[in-house]
């Protein structure tokens, strides 16, 4: 594959960068080979040029694909470089918020500076068991896979944790040791685990202080071995230190802390017991005050010592040693305060008063002179003599604290001891597991001894391994067989040369030390003498002569040489010990023991040489050989052990929680190794896949003819065809081996064939879409245009009628203007005529009339002017007359001025009639103006007459006007006089309608007062209503406000019950497991004690292992073969209340013992007397009807011989053919045999009705046979013997007949008469059945019929889709009810089956008990010559009581408890058939008064319970039928005691056999106790078995294989990623769980128990699927979610065809129903969120978070969800109230509630069966 091909355009790629070490770009343009600089653009935009070596060709490292960012391990990158790396664990770590990575064999973990919730026990619980790469990377999974090679390979193992200060090496230590105390079971020792785990505190508070870079920093190396026994227990733990941080103790940095114990120590000095120390705070002391921070944020001191205190305890180390511990603590923080003054430049002093001197000296026990003269000089020895010399201050002061650390030093080497003493087990260590806490790799400005030290190590387990992966590489590679070069790895053997090979630097200090004036510049001299040319690994600073470099595997580092002398010799001024050595103080003694044992041996060694303080000095061992050889005995205990590694890597200097500094990072990846891990897998073939997952994920590559049979050629064709380079990959036995980078191409090749193929989808679908809605449309338009035609078609059909209906309109409506014309014509013709004809009429009479007139006026005027003369004449006349009636018209003028005015008031105030008037005179001007309308109409039409006609009518109009205005001025006065009176008239009438008025308003006025005044009464009383109703309302708030509060402390109350019953159910268990646990000690005990006397004896390790499973929930019980308890044990577990009460019922007893007795004699001896009648009369009774008998078989017989002699006669007179001949009619013969016929006939009539008689004789004989048998219980008869005795009776018998025959006829008749009656009435019972069948099927039908008209006339109005849709999910309904009565009928059915079987087997060995008595009754009749009477046994009436004799009950409970099968007996007997046997026996008992028995049968039943469950309480069937038993024993007690609530529910034979002695209720709780444990138990072993199944086939299992298949893993493979041959299903499971309910109910298990055992089983699945989903990765996907949503509805289906849905396990699966929508919802706007916060209501905070931070997408086309999306979340649900954890709590176990169900089985109907050898129990 060419770089072209891989640096194309858009290829990404990463460039160096200062600030962020790499940064990533994008190519602009293609790569061609020979170009000098590449064309790129950042992430922000801005495009950079990259130059390119032509010599080295140094191209930037390609960026891995998207889809393979974020992978758990680093291995699984294709492209595996330092910036692939880093950005892979910046994305988890910042991203994700992950802290683990694996890398290859090495687990990376990031300090997050922040606890997270990620080491409880369900995290503990879940990664046990798994393989390391089922689960996401945690230090929990290089635990377990530690803890499971050492089970499986029988090899030891080491964790070694490295890093450097604030990495978290020691936390990540505790928690692999806490792992393996949780996962491992103690063994015969008490609180191992417990013991391991307490040396933790003690060795942070002693080990542990404050740095600058790590509040918690561990001082010192320790290596930790974790001893196991065969069985894989812990039996303890040895510890190792190396390099304790002598220094720390009398100097720390700025900002740093001395060791914790120093803080603790003065937090707690106000404590009585440490008073005597004289502590104060931590600022008082010198070696505690010199960092200046006491304190460190969130720790209190004072607690931590009280926590450091219970360790002490809890590992066994006395209270008294403890406080000598603290003493010399105290000792050593007063001798840092112990001043030394400067008298000269060599001489110092200390003043005798100092007070912590003294303090110092006192605590230690030593004179303080001598001490204090000590301190401040030295002993010289020579060869000849010995002196004191007086020291300077600084060698004082140095002297003082070299003697604090030496007493610190020896103090921290014995509470190792002490701690390994403590750990240290007597039993046998088969294996162990080291956890190896070690600094890492160091550089700091100034680098001294220490950290060379440290740094020497580091190259020694870096060495170790690289050594370790190349070997691993190698095995692979041979392990597959292919072909494999030397790869080139980094040796650091010469470095480790320079450091500890002769002449090296060790050896130089070491050689130097033992110089007398040896000094750190001579020494330094010597190294640049003896190494600086011959070493290419040591250099020499350039300005600084007291210093040198070594180049180290991660990275050079200069030292100072100043101090190493000093370190390396360790010296203590020997006097100072001396003084120490003659304390009194005990410890202080022990803790200088080695030292003089060290002395004396060395003594031995020189005597015979004189130099002993020579010798002395030679033989002490320096510091740095100490070192070295600790060390070498380290790696030979690693190189002997199985390694896994885990980094801690340091994210930033800051302690910011989930921050990367990509820096400080790189340094540290390239300093602990794991760069070097990526180059060693690079350098060969990093990608590794199988064949069957190479070809499940590169499918889609292939053509359908290229796939072949065999998986392993397939692939290889597809390899030879898609990379040309062959040595670009290998294939292996079982896998194929890839060259970094192969695997993106291949990614790229799928990403790049499923994008064609997705576009190819695309289109196709696109087209598909566009080519429906073109069809759609196009119908939809040739629909519209269909419709529209129509419409206009009718509307021209509308048209045509209207043009035609308008023709005959028209022409009617012309027809009939015409005709009017016509006639308004020919009237106005005639009108005219006739008005022509008037006129000239008129005009004829008016000129006669005129000259008539004339001669008229002629004679008129004449007599005018004579009058006119005399007018004129008499106007003078009359002028003087007017003169003078002027003056009297002026008084009468005032008068009528007067009258005017009174007028015209009365005009006002009738106004309102002139208004009327008006108004009239309106309606008359408008009814003119209509006539003037006409007028005009007609003047229009007269228009066309002639022009003479318009004179005479404009002259008619004239004259009429003129007569008019004549007529209108002659009648105006009479008008107005009319007027005025008719205005009087108005006006007195409205004048009586005002008063009419005003009296109506006086009325309505009172009225409406009246109304006031009531409606303001019912306003008061509507108030008052009100108020009342107010009242009452409030009444009602607050009574319901109580209700609710009643609801709310009910619920609360119920709460609290289930609380309180599991907490009673725990406390039951840990009662009953601490109970276990005493016996199995002392069976321990007893079993040692044994074995001391008649040898050892070594259990079953398999089987203390297994039952140590139950001892947490079931008490002590019994073994197999271990006999029951004697008489004398069940005497003393009898419970007192019983006793009392017994006792007290005796006494009672005696007292009515007499009465009772003298009763009964005289009661029996009147029953002897009747059974003695009884007797003779059923005698009687008997011998009749065996004589009856007898009769009825003799006429049988005799009816035969005649009904064949009529046959033959009739033979021979209808055969012609015989030799006689028949008679000829009428002859005498033939009336002979018409006679003898005749009377045949009769007799045989007669017969007949005897025959009946005794027919129904018999029958009722037979009836009173079984009258109180299974047969007979159907029916119901009066059968009662007749008593032959009875006078009254005899006498009619004997009237009717002598033997009584014909009354017993007629009373056989009237029993035939009830069968029949009562057959008839069970037809009509059949037939009433049937007809309400028939009708439920009427009524059924009818719905349907209504449903489909419904659906029919809903369809109508949709579209053909909808219409289709509705009419499928119609169907679906229908066919799911009907599947749902067919399910329901045929359960009715097994049920029915099931009861006629019972009733089968009962019928059938009844009928072989019937048919054997018959037999020896038969064979007794034959036997016996004489004539024998029938004798029938009455059957007998058991009363449902087991007789058993006293001492039986081992026998019984051996029989019916520890060695029954119960397959057998379930699958053959009644459910819970032990239980009934067990009750009956124990009803026997209570029958016969023996409180002992019923205490003896009660106990040992419980114990053999007990001792079952314990035995095989793996077993599924056994604990469930045992759980089945323990129950119905359990209802039983309770619905036999006698309670007159239980006895409603019982019949009347169950009422009678009620306990009648005993009160046993107080057993009921002890039985529900017991059954509450064995559900318990049934729940273990349940999730035992279901355990294994639930992952496989909720998660891991997918139905389909191929384009969403898994992504490419790393070197850790998925054990169960892929499909095998009997892979794991869903189908699986509902196996498992089906049989599991199958179980049950054949168990006759309560359904209410059955519902919360399933309810329980899907709890398991759902929190067992949930916690895996949450801790990986690989899971959270589209997907995934998809495929769990899927399995969960078949779990639901499951449920609904069992009828389980109402027990509540469909709530149980929500939280994964839920986290299943989360994997597929859209996850991108913030509505998006609020829907995920409103939809997982069953999820936490915590989960949801953890689902969308793993969330990882399988495919190139699904998207990450973005940090500001998950911040969102986080601040949408930060108010939500609910618990922090993360995972789902598997152990849980819901409170179980045992209801009670009554049985109805009857108890004198059980039989025994012979297969349980109970034959010495006898039925009663």
């Known amino acids: 594959m060419a770089a072209s091909e891989l640096y194309s355009k858009y290829a990404r790629v990463w460039l160096p960068d200062a600030a962020e070490v790499w940064k990533s770009a994008e190519l602009i343009k293609d790569y061609t080979p020979g170009d000098l600089t590449l064309t790129l653009q950042l992430d922000d935009g801005t495009e950079v040029e990259y130059k390119i070596d032509p010599r080295t060709n140094n191209l930037p490292p390609l960026r891995n694909p998207d889809i393979l960012v974020g992978e758990n391990d680093l291995t699984a990158l294709s492209y595996l470089h330092e910036p692939a790396v880093l950005h892979n664990l910046k994305v988890r770590f910042m991203d994700s918020k992950l802290i683990y990575t694996y890398c290859g064999i090495v687990l990376v973990a990031i300090n997050p500076y922040e606890s997270l919730p990620i080491y409880e026990a369900d995290i503990i619980s879940a990664y046990s068991g798994q393989n390391m790469g089922d689960m996401d990377p945690h230090i929990f999974a290089v635990a377990e896979e530690a803890y499971k090679q050492m089970a499986r390979n029988e090899r030891n193992q080491s964790i070694i944790v490295s890093g450097e200060s604030g990495a978290g090496k020691t936390v990540s230590a505790k928690y692999a040791m806490r792992y393996f105390a949780t996962v491992s079971c103690s063994s015969g020792e008490t609180n191992v685990e417990e013991r391991v785990l307490a040396s933790s505190p003690i060795m942070e508070a002693f080990g542990n202080a404050k740095t600058t870079r790590n509040d918690n920093s561990s001082r010192f190396g320790k290596y930790i071995e974790i001893g196991f026994d065969k069985r894989h227990c812990i039996t303890g733990a040895n510890m190792r230190t190396y390099l304790l941080e002598k220094s720390r103790v009398v100097f720390q940095a700025h900002g740093e802390r001395n060791y914790h114990i120093f803080y603790q120590l003065c937090a707690s000095s106000h404590l009585p017991e440490f008073k005597a120390f004289k502590l104060g705070c931590a600022d008082d002391f010198h070696c505690t005050n010199q960092g200046q921070s006491p304190v460190i944020d969130g720790v209190d001191d004072a607690k931590e010592l009280c926590d450091t205190r219970r360790a002490f305890s809890l590992l066994g180390i006395t209270e008294s040693d403890q406080m000598a511990i603290y003493q010399i603590l105290a000792a050593i923080l007063h001798l840092s305060n112990v001043e030394v003054k400067d008298q000269s430049a060599d001489r110092s002093s200390i003043l005798p008063g100092n007070v912590h001197l003294m303090v110092f000296c006192e605590l230690m026990g030593v004179p303080c002179e001598e001490m204090a003269h000590w301190l401040c000089h030295r002993k010289l020895k020579t060869t000849t003599e010995t002196y004191v010399k007086s020291v300077s201050k600084m060698s004082a002061v140095n002297g003082r604290d070299a003697l604090a650390k030496h007493i610190y030093a020896r103090l921290f080497s014995w509470i190792v001891d002490r701690i390994n003493g403590s750990l240290k087990s007597a039993a046998k260590q088969h294996s162990f597991i080291g956890v190896l806490d070690i600094y890492g790799f160091e550089t700091f400005d100034i680098n001294s001894f220490e950290q060379f030290c440290i740094n020497y190590a580091n190259e020694k387990l870096q060495q170790q391994f690289n050594q370790h992966v190349f070997k691993l590489e190698q095995e692979e590679y041979m392990k597959e067989e292919i072909p494999w070069t030397l790869i080139d790895f980094y040796d650091n053997q010469p470095c480790i040369n320079l450091i500890e090979a002769k002449l090296g630097v060790l050896d130089l200090l070491d050689e130097e030390c033992k110089m007398p004036k040896g000094s750190d510049d001579s020494w330094a001299q ?305 009108s005219i005529q006739c008005f022509l004809r008037a006129y000239l009429a008129k005009k004829q009479y008016y000129k006669l009339m005129f000259e008539q007139k004339a001669l008229v006026i002629q004679k008129w005027m004449r007599g005018w002017l004579a009058r006119q003369h005399y007018r004129r004449t008499m106007a003078a006349i009359i002028l003087l007359q007017s003169c003078v009636r002027r003056m009297r018209a002026k008084k009468e003028l005032k008068k009528l001025k007067v009258e005017a005015r009174s007028v015209e008031h009365f005009k006002k105030l009738n106004v309102g009639m ?149 907490r009673y159910q725990n406390l039951l268990s840990e009662h009953l497991h601490l109970e276990e646990r005493h016996r199995d000690l002392k069976d321990e005990m007893d079993l040692s004690i044994s074995s001391n006397k008649s040898g050892h004896k070594r259990r079953d390790s398999n089987y203390s292992s297994n039952s140590s499973e139950f001892s947490l929930s079931l008490g002590s019980a019994e073994g197999e073969d271990s006999p029951l308890q004697t008489e004398d044990e069940t005497q003393s577990t009898v ?280 037999q020896q009754k038969n064979n007794a009749s034959l036997m016996n010559t004489v004539r024998a009477v029938n004798i029938t046994r009455k059957e007998k009436e058991y009363q449902g009581m087991l007789q058993y004799k006293e001492g039986d009950e081992s026998r019984l409970l051996k029989n019916v ?40 049968l009660l106990n040992s039943t419980i114990s053999s319970i007990k001792g079952v469950i314990k035995r095989k309480g793996n077993d599924f069937e056994v604990v469930s039928f045992w759980l089945a038993n323990t129950c119905r024993l359990m209802h039983c007690l309770k619905q036999y005691n006698g309670d007159e609530v ?150 639901e289906e499951w449920l609904t065809e069992r009828e389980l849905a109402d027990c509540g396990a469909k709530e149980t699966l929500e939280p994964l129903i839920q986290a299943a929508q989360l994997l597929q919802i859209k996850k991108k706007t913030d509505a998006d969120a609020q829907a995920i916060c409103n939809m997982c209501t069953a999820l936490t905070t915590a989960q949801i978070v953890k689902v969308l931070t793993l969330y990882t997408p399988v495919i190139e086309f699904e998207e990450r969800v973005s940090t500001a999306f998950i911040a969102t979340i986080k601040n949408l649900l930060k108010d939500r109230v609910e618990s922090s954890t993360l995972m789902m709590d598997t152990k849980k176990i819901f409170s179980v509630t045992l209801t009670f169900t009554p049985s109805s089985v009857a108890l004198e109907t059980i039989q025994i069966p012979v297969s349980l050898n109970l034959s010495f129990l006898t039925r009663v």
């Open 1542 to 1691: 239980i006895m409603t529910h019982n019949t009347a034979k169950q009422n009678e056999h009620c306990l009648a002695n005993f009160e046993l209720s107080e057993y009921q709780q002890v039985f529900g106790d017991l059954a509450i444990q064995i559900y318990r138990q049934l729940i273990k072993c349940m999730e035992n078995i279901l355990q294994p199944l639930i992952v496989a086939s909720m998660l891991e299992h997918e139905a389909i294989q191929g384009v969403l298949g898994s992504k490419p893993t790393g070197l850790r493979k998925r054990s169960t990623s892929f499909p095998e041959e009997g892979a794991v299903t869903v189908e699986v499971l509902l196996q498992r769980l089906a049989h599991f309910h199958t179980t049950m109910s054949q168990h006759g298990m309560d359904p209410d128990l059955i519902k919360q055992v399933v309810k329980q089983q899907f709890y398991i699945i759902c929190a067992v699927t949930l916690n895996h989903l949450l801790l990986r990765k690989d899971m959270c996907s589209w997907s995934k979610g998809l495929q769990i949503r899927y399995n969960v509805w078949q779990l």
């Open 914 to 1062: 002139e208004n009327k008037i008006m108004q009239l005179q309106h309606k008359i001007n408008e009814q003119h103006k209509d006539n003037r309308e006409l007028s005009e109409r007609l003047n229009a039409v007269e228009k066309t007459h002639s022009v003479e006609r318009e004179k005479q009518s404009r002259e008619i109009k004239n004259l009429l006007r003129a007569e008019q205005e004549a007529r209108a001025k002659a009648e105006t006065l009479p008008s107005l006089l009319e007027q005025l009176s008719f205005l009087q008239h108005e006006l007195e009438s409205t004048r009586r309608e005002k008063e009419d008025l005003e009296e109506h308003v006086k009325v309505y006025k009172e009225q409406t007062q009246q109304v006031v005044e009531e409606l303001n009464m019912k306003n008061s009383l509507l108030n008052k209503d009100k108020d009342e109703m107010n009242k009452l309302i409030l009444e009602q708030a607050q009574q319901l406000s109580d209700v609710k509060t009643n609801v709310e402390n009910i619920k609360q109350m119920e709460k609290e019950l289930t609380d309180e019953r599991s």
């Open 1135 to 1414: 419970d007192l209340p019983v006793l009392l009460k017994l006792q007290r019922r005796l006494k009672e007893l005696e007292q009515d013992k007499q009465t009772l007795w003298q009763q009964l004699e005289k009661k029996e001896e009147a029953q002897q007397e009747k059974e003695k009648q009884v007797e003779e009369q059923t005698a009687v009774c008997r011998a009749d009807l065996d004589l009856e008998k007898l009769k009825r078989q003799e006429l049988e017989s005799e009816n035969k011989k005649l009904k064949q002699d009529l046959t033959e006669l009739r033979k021979s007179l209808t055969n012609e053919n015989s030799e006689m001949m028949p008679p000829v009619p009428g002859s005498l013969p033939y009336n002979l045999l018409l006679e003898q016929l005749s009377s045949s006939n009769d007799e045989l009539e007669m017969r007949k009705e005897e025959v009946l008689l005794l027919r129904s004789h018999m029958v009722r004989q037979e009836a009173l046979k079984h009258k109180d048998s299974a047969l007979g219980e159907g029916v119901k008869l009066d059968l009662e013997t007749p008593s032959f005795q009875d006078v009254d009776r005899s006498t009619d018998i004997h009237t009717l007949n002598e033997d009584g025959e014909l009354w017993l006829a007629y009373e056989g008749l009237k029993e035939t008469n009830r069968l029949l009656e009562f057959q008839m009435r069970e037809q009509e019972r059949v037939h009433n059945e049937k007809y309400t069948e028939l009708l439920e099927e009427v009524n059924k039908l009818k719905n349907e019929k209504d449903q489909q008209q419904k659906l029919l006339a809903q369809s109508l109005f949709l579209s053909e889709d909808a219409r289709i849709e509705a009419s499928l999910k119609h169907e679906m309904t229908r066919l799911t009810n009907e599947n749902l009565e067919l399910m329901e009928q045929q359960e009715k059915q097994d049920k029915t089956i099931r009861k006629l079987k019972k009733q089968l087997k009962l019928y059938i060995q009844k009928v072989e008990d019937f048919e054997a008595s018959a």
């Open 526 to 830: 010597k190294l640049y003498n003896t190494l600086l040319k011959q070493n290419a690994h040591f250099d020499k600073p350039r300005l600084s002569n007291r210093a040198f470099i070594i180049h180290h595997f991660a990275d050079k580092v200069e030292y100072q040489c100043e101090g190493f002398l000093e370190k390396n010799k360790d010296t203590v001024n020997e006097e100072q010990i001396n003084v120490l050595k003659n304390s009194k103080f005990d410890l202080l003694l022990k803790l200088f023991e080695d030292d003089e044992k060290a002395q004396s041996s060395a003594k031995k060694r020189t005597s015979v040489i004189g130099r002993a303080g020579q010798a002395q000095r030679d033989n002490k061992k320096t510091v740095g050989l100490q070192f070295r050889q600790s060390l070498h005995l380290l790696m030979d205990t690693l190189n002997a052990t199985t390694p896994h590694y885990v980094r801690c890597i340091k994210p930033n200097d800051h302690k910011t929680s989930f921050t990367l500094d990509p820096v400080r990072t790189v340094q540290q990846l390239r300093a602990c190794g794991i760069l070097e891990t990526i180059r060693i897998s690079a350098a060969g073939f990093p990608s590794r896949w199988t064949y069957q997952e190479f070809f499940s994920r590169y499918r889609v590559l292939m053509k359908q003819k290229d796939v072949l049979p065999d998986r392993k050629q397939t692939c290889k064709n597809l390899l030879e065809k898609l990379i040309e380079d062959q040595d670009k990959y290998q294939f292996g036995k079982n896998k194929i081996f890839f060259r970094a980078g192969q695997v993106a191409y291949l990614e790229k090749l799928r990403s790049d064939m499923l994008r064609v193929a997705c576009v190819r989808i695309q289109k196709t679908i696109r087209c598909w879409l566009a080519r429906k809605k073109y069809l759609r449309m196009r119908e939809s338009a040739v629909t519209i245009q269909r419709y529209v035609r129509g419409h206009q078609a009718r509307c021209y059909v509308k048209f045509l009628r209207r043009t035609r209906a308008a023709v005959v309109i028209q022409r009617n409506v012309r027809m009939w203007a015409t005709k009017r014309r016509y006639q308004q014509q020919r009237s106005a013709a005639i």
């Open 1457 to 1496: 408890v520890v060695d029954l099968k119960p397959r057998g007996v379930a699958v053959s007997f009644i459910p819970g058939l032990p239980a009934y046997i067990i009750f009956m026996c124990l009803r026997y008992a209570d029958s016969v008064n023996n409180d002992r028995r019923v205490s003896t």
